[in-house]
């Protein structure tokens, strides 16, 4: 099944309307640098033959995108690409280099994990860095009532 539209857009709503920045204290180039090969994607501007051209001239130089264009790029398949990808970009958020602020990581996963967990999937604590916890993405293991019998059960029969 995967992450369904309706849990990326209510993760995206809540960035965009709670105008939290998604490239924390990086910039937006830099930010998305950390995931993607900007030099190697393709850029909108017939001017420049890369992404991270056309994002630093539109999003740093004139600031003439709109602030959460990046949730619409079809290069990043924020909105509807692999699972992968969209759980990368919100781990990648609450990085440490990102943002530093243990408190602010914190609360912008357990907002994260209000959504994901619907679609089977969370942020968890994956590793440390200089006494910040750095997130990764995992799938939750099934706990149905069903599904925890047949795990403990010795003999599976028809009853099973």
Same mark, same amino acid.
């Given at each position: ?6 849990? $990326? ?12 920045? !998604?490239?924390? $204290?990086?910039?937006?180039?830099? #930010?998305?640098?950390?995931? &993607? ?18 994002? &630093? ?11 959460? !264009? ?5 290069? #990043? ?8 990808? #969209?759980? $990368? #970009? ?44 750095? &997130? ?25």
């Amino acid at each position: 099944m995967g992450i369904t539209e309706v849990t $990326r857009r209510a993760i995206i709503d809540e960035l965009i309307l709670g105008k939290l920045a !998604w490239e924390g $204290r990086l910039g937006e180039p830099d #930010f998305l640098a950390r995931i &993607y090969p900007l030099g190697e994607m393709p850029s909108f501007d017939n001017r420049f033959a890369s992404a991270d051209r056309d994002i &630093y001239q539109h999003r740093v130089l004139n600031y003439d995108w709109d602030d959460d !264009w990046v949730f619409t790029d079809s290069r #990043f398949q924020l909105s509807s690409g692999p699972d992968e990808v #969209f759980l $990368r #970009f919100l781990a990648e958020t609450v990085h440490p280099v990102v943002r530093p602020d243990k408190d602010e990581a914190a609360a912008l996963v357990a907002s994260y994990n209000t959504h994901l967990r619907a679609d089977g999937y969370e942020l968890h604590s994956a590793s440390e860095i200089s006494g910040h916890t750095v &997130y990764g993405a995992r799938r939750l293991v099934d706990t149905s009532p069903a599904l925890t019998q047949l795990r403990s059960a010795t003999v599976v029969d028809a009853s099973y």
